[in-house]
């Protein structure tokens, strides 16, 4: 580790950093689900980006039409402007994504990140329906803007807000009290009784699994009867599909084997492909009543994203990239459930769907114990959860086989030495 470097970071950034505390080292090359440090250290990657790396780093048919775009002189900045890139990749999105799932949207540009198309998402829910509040879940997490903030979970980054967040009500996502209360017979008799003081909301607004809220996964049935709920009371249903669509739960929208249809999907990270910044927001046709301009942004033309985002398009042109992905899915959540198994001591439960799992423990601190316990062997992965008491696996969904078992390997080794260590402390 190189200490001049990481001087810089501490003199001159901003005390809100945050990765580079968990992980600290200098990186300087990526491929695929590997990282290099400037000192030649090799790091298997069950980050991705937090879910912006679903193909890996530096994939290498986007990074060739990406460099040929640039030598050749195409168009990086055009605001909302007509681009040849812009328009290959809305055709090639409702080709290869909308049609063949029988779903019909306009395509958004709200800006580049997770946060803004959450934040045109509440506008234009309010804007159609008239209505102020917005109906969102425990645990969520939406972004750091004030709009997406105020439908976000988490106390810690709520307070960051600084003013009081309104126009919201929080209800209980699936299981947050205990498996047999039924949230929903809960929320509905709130908007049946006239003297709950919850008014009928625009919109609601959920994960069909909460990433950064402990990889929690609401059960079909009660995403389904959500849906139902919505059509019942005319209530706009928004799907925020940022970090778990793009393949992360097994499909490319997490909620395609629901069999639900939002009313508004929020996508961004792996949508631009190589981490290129990019977000959309899918609208249902008879709710597009903006008028021209009446949400922009600077940057929500990114040609450079456009092209590696239709390049990553190809990955779905047939269901072979989608059944590795669910194949390898039973494997990782085997995995999961055998460590929980075997290693009592975290008093552990195995969490999540598809590429987007972890293990809950119970104990305190333990979680990112062996989060930081898998860094010093080689493997980069986060924790999640209001008391970060997840340690989440977010390989990329290309990973292979070779690097499943090379991961689960330094996983089952980070816990065995963080539970030995917390033995010899207590004996």
Known sequence: MSQTNMKIFEELESEVRSYCRSFPTVFTKAKGYKMWDEDGKEYLDFFAG??????????????????????????????????????EFLKTFNDVILKPRNLDYKVMFPGPTGTNTVESALKLARKVTGRTDIISFTNGFHGMTIGALSVTGNAFKRKGAGIPLQNTVTMPYDSFVSESLDTLEYLERFLEDGGSG??????????????????????????????????????????????????????????????????????????????????????????????????????????????????????????????????????????????????????GEAKGRGY??????????????????????????????????????????????EGLNKGFEIIEDSVKAVLGARELVTS
């Open 356 to 401: 987007m799992v972890g293990i809950a423990s119970q104990v305190d601190g333990l979680a990112s114990k062996v989060a930081a316990e898998a860094f010093e062997r080689g493997l980069i992965m986060e924790t999640s959860g209001p008391n970060d008491e997840v340690f989440k696996l977010f390989p990329p969904l290309t990973i292979d086989d």
């Open 50 to 87: 937090a879910g912006a790396l679903n193909y890996g780093h530096n994939d290498p048919h986007m990074k060739a039409k990406l460099v040929d775009y640039i030598l050749n002189d195409g168009i990086t900045h055009s605001l909302d402007m007509a681009t040849a890139p812009k328009a």
């Open 198 to 347: 919850v008014e009928i909301p625009a919109a609601m607004i959920l994960e069909t699994v909460q990433g950064e809220g402990g990889i929690n996964a609401a059960r079909f049935e009660w995403l389904q009867r959500v849906e139902q709920i919505c059509k019942r009371w005319g209530i706009l249903l928004i799907v925020d599909d940022v970090q778990a669509g793009i393949g992360r739960t097994g499909t490319f929208f997490s909620f395609e084997k629901v069999g639900i249809k939002p009313d508004i999907v929020c996508m961004s990270k792996s949508i631009g492909g190589m981490g290129l910044p990019l977000a959309i927001t899918l609208i249902r046709p008879d709710l597009d009543i903006w008028a021209p301009g009446e949400h922009n942004g600077t940057f929500r033309g990114n040609n450079h994203a456009f092209i590696t985002a239709t390049a990553s398009l190809s990955y779905w042109e047939d269901d072979k990239f989608e059944k590795d992905i669910q194949e390898r899915s039973k494997r990782i959540y085997s995995f999961l459930e055998r460590i929980v198994a075997d290693y009592p001591e975290l008093e």
